[in-house]
Nanobody, 124 residues
């Protein structure tokens, strides 16, 4: 079992930056592929970004590519989501997730463990 706890959400103005953290306990994160999804009110949970177990490859949703990055620090058992040039449409609850992915990293159902989520609000 892996327990994931997100932090770092908050209110930011458009054009600003935030860094979300996802700290894991129970198992070492280096054993898992890691991802971030987000869900806005009344919408489906959407893929944001993912990084493979040994960090060689990362993937980003079309709406965040070039603005978000996904560094992982296996020594700290933590993965981050660095969000730059934030837009009001980035407003959502952001969820950290972990799993051993065989196939598409873009599908939420492939991940096994989820954090409780952290709210990000971008004002215009």
């Amino acid at each position: 079992q892996v327990q994931l706890v997100e932090s770092g959400g908050g209110l930011v103005q458009a054009g600003g930056s935030l860094r979300l953290s996802c700290a894991a306990s129970g198992r070492t994160l280096s054993m898992y592929d890691l991802g971030w999804f987000r869900q806005a009110p009344g919408k489906d949970r959407d893929f944001v970004a993912a990084i493979t177990r040994i960090g060689r490859s990362s993937y980003y949703g079309d709406s965040v590519g070039g603005r978000f990055t996904l560094p992982r620090d296996n020594a700290k058992n933590t993965v981050y989501l660095q969000m730059n040039s934030l837009k009001p449409e980035d407003t959502a609850v952001y969820y950290c997730t972990a799993g051993r992915i065989y196939g598409s990293y873009y599908e939420a159902a492939r991940y096994d463990y989820w954090g409780q989520g952290t709210q990000v609000t971008v004002s215009s």
